[in-house]
């Protein structure tokens, strides 16, 4: 299974909601990630979880807050949103080395959230 | 800061032409580098990932090159065809989890 799913695939929310995007793996990885795009552009990195522990935060705003419960889950919990904060949402997983403390391997990509805030 | 660029941003061919597609990254101490493909509205399929100690790799029609003295990676693709049309990324990763995602290539193949 070299599966990355991602709900909801869409979510309309207002300013005042608190939403949560889930992300879910079941290959073993043991690295993974939330990477937000805007329309024409690349990803951009918001937060790295490696081994369960946040290894990289990319100074995202506090209203959003990353949540890894487990190996196999990954949560962006959502408060308080701008408009211009609407988005694709995209997770990936990868299989970090550790010792180097970089990723060799491919990372995985789910299908995305489609964020709209109004 | 590691910046990486795509040339060119959009490309229209008809169906059967070999294709290159082109990456540059200003810094040339990476770990590795991935191509991908990412059709409207949906996540990134990784085609092809070369470590910084490989000069190239193959997979199918698609054939990615890379260069770090010079900071260049080329996409070649033959044979094109109509299901090859969509986005192209680059993405280059340094020491740690993070990878610098180019600014893309929009491909288009014309039946």
Known sequence: DTEVTQTPKHLVMGMTNKKSLKCEQHMGHRAMYWYKQKAKKPPELMFVYSYEKLSINESVPSRFSPECPNSSLLNLHLHALQPEDSALYLCASSQPRLAERTTTDTQYFGPGTRLTVL | ?111
């Open chain 2, 1 to 111: 800061k590691q910046e990486v660029t795509q040339i060119p941003a959009a490309l229209s061919v008809p169906e059967g032409e070999n294709l290159v597609l082109n990456c540059s990254f200003t810094d040339s101490a990476i770990y590795n580098l991935q191509w991908f493909r990412q059709d409207p509205g949906k996540g990134l399929t990784s085609l092809l990932l070369i470590q910084s100690s490989q000069r190239e790799q193959t997979s199918g029609r698609l054939n990615a090159s890379l260069d770090k003295s010079s900071g260049r990676s080329t996409l070649y693709i033959a044979a094109s065809q109509p299901g090859d049309s969509a986005t192209y990324l680059c993405a280059v990763s340094r020491w740690t989890y993070k990878y610098i995602f180019g600014t893309g290539t929009r491909l288009k193949v014309l039946a």
